[in-house]
Nanobody, 119 residues
Framework: VQLQASGGGLVQPGGSLGLSCLASGSILKINTMGWYRQAPGKQRELVAVVTSGGNTVYADSVKGRFTISRNNSKNTVYLQMDSLKPEDTAVYYC??????????????WGQGTLVTVSS
C-alpha cells in the first residue's frame, strides 16, 4: 500500500492551497486519514484527521482556516488550506490507518509535500 501526496507549492500569505493524498494497493478498508506537518527544526505535528465516518479533529493553529475531507470511494484525503500564514510553511505528510490484505491494520505515510508561505 502506498500513499501519494500532491499539491504543495509556494503561496503568498493570505493565499490558499489544496493538498490531496491517494492511497493505493491491496486495501480492504481505511480507518482514520490525516495530515501532519514538520517545519524546519521542529517535530512533526498533527494538522487534521478525519475518520471513516467523517468526524474531524484539527490542531488549534489551523482551526477555521484548514478543512480536511475524504472520498472513501477514491481512497483519497484532501486538505484545503486558506488564509495561509508564513508559520504554515512545512513539509506536509499524509497518513492513513489501513487494513491491508494479508497484513492487517497498518499505519502508512506519504512521501511529504512542501508548502512554502512567503511573499
Amino acid at each position: 500500500v502506498q500513499l501519494q501526496a500532491s499539491g504543495g507549492g509556494l503561496v503568498q500569505p493570505g493565499g490558499s492551497l489544496g493538498l490531496s493524498c491517494l492511497a493505493s494497493g491491496s486495501i480492504l478498508k481505511i480507518n482514520t486519514m490525516g495530515w501532519y506537518r514538520q517545519a524546519p527544526g521542529k517535530q512533526r505535528e498533527l494538522v487534521a484527521v478525519v475518520t471513516s465516518g467523517g468526524n474531524t479533529v484539527y490542531a488549534d493553529s489551523v482551526k477555521g482556516r484548514f478543512t480536511i475531507s475524504r472520498n472513501n470511494s477514491k481512497n483519497t484525503v484532501y486538505l484545503q488550506m486558506d488564509s495561509l500564514k508564513p508559520e504554515d510553511t512545512a513539509v506536509y505528510y499524509c497518513n492513513a490507518d489501513v487494513l491491508i490484505l494479508y497484513c492487517g491494520l497498518q499505519s502508512r505515510w506519504g512521501q511529504g509535500t512542501l508548502v512554502t508561505v512567503s511573499s
